[in-house]
Structures are given as C-alpha cells and as structure tokens.
C-alpha cells in the first residue's frame, strides 16, 4: 500500500527555516508530479509548490523566492525548504503525490497526514 510520511515541521520564529521531507513508505512503480499543499484553520488547502518527475517547479506567489522544492527520485523523497517564515505561513503541511502502484494501476493522488508548522515569536 502507498503510503506518504512526512516530517520536519515545528514551531519557528519569525524569519527563521524549515525543512519538511516526504517520502513514500510502500512498494511503488512510478511517482509522477510531487508537491506540497497548506491548510490554515478556517481556510481551504491551498496549493505551495509542486515538482515534475524531471523537475520543473511551480510555486503559489506567496511563497515565491523563500520556499525550495525538489526530489530525490531514488529515494522517492520530496523536500520543501522554507526561509524567512512568516507567520501567515502558520498552517499544517500536506504532501502530495501523483503515483502508480504497478505497470498495470491507474494513477492515483496520494495524501501524507500532514505536519504542523507554526511561526510566531
């Protein structure tokens, strides 16, 4: 069964950094696109960045030029490196990745169960 495990997230203050990682912890055939989605309390999931299995990026404007995401395509591992914090970066974390499970699946969206990030003073 796929399964999506994350960590790395905390509590940070103000300008401070995190690194959140990802990686799958089943048996997979082939992972396609990867990426990172928020969700603020009383807020609907919002899309953070994503990364081609060639690496092409797409980032959400709110986050452009302070977060990173790549991959490590042998380690089946998604990172997201996140510099000067703000705290309406405050959400929890979910990874994401578009994935099939033999030659034969279809391609499914699979969900990590998220990781808690916080930034205040």
């Known amino acids: 069964q796929v399964g999506l495990v994350e960590s790395g997230g905390g509590l940070v203050q103000p300008g401070g950094s995190l690194r959140l990682s990802c990686r799958n912890s089943?048996?997979?055939?082939?992972?396609?696109?990867m990426g990172w989605y928020r969700q603020a309390p009383g807020k609907q999931r919002e899309l953070v960045a994503t990364?081609?299995?060639?690496?092409?990026?797409n980032y959400a404007d709110s986050v452009k030029g302070r977060f990173t995401v790549s991959r490590d395509n042998a380690k089946k591992t998604v990172y997201l490196q996140m510099n000067s914090l703000k705290p309406e970066d405050t959400a929890v974390y979910y990874c994401?990745?578009?994935?099939?499970?033999?030659?034969?699946?279809?391609?499914?969206?699979?969900w990590g169960q998220g990781t808690q990030v916080t930034v205040s003073s």
């Open positions: 994401n990745a578009d994935t099939q499970r033999t030659i034969m699946s279809a391609r499914i969206q699979t």
């Open positions: 990364i081609t299995e060639t690496g092409s990026t």
């Open positions: 089943g048996l997979i055939f082939k992972i396609y696109d």
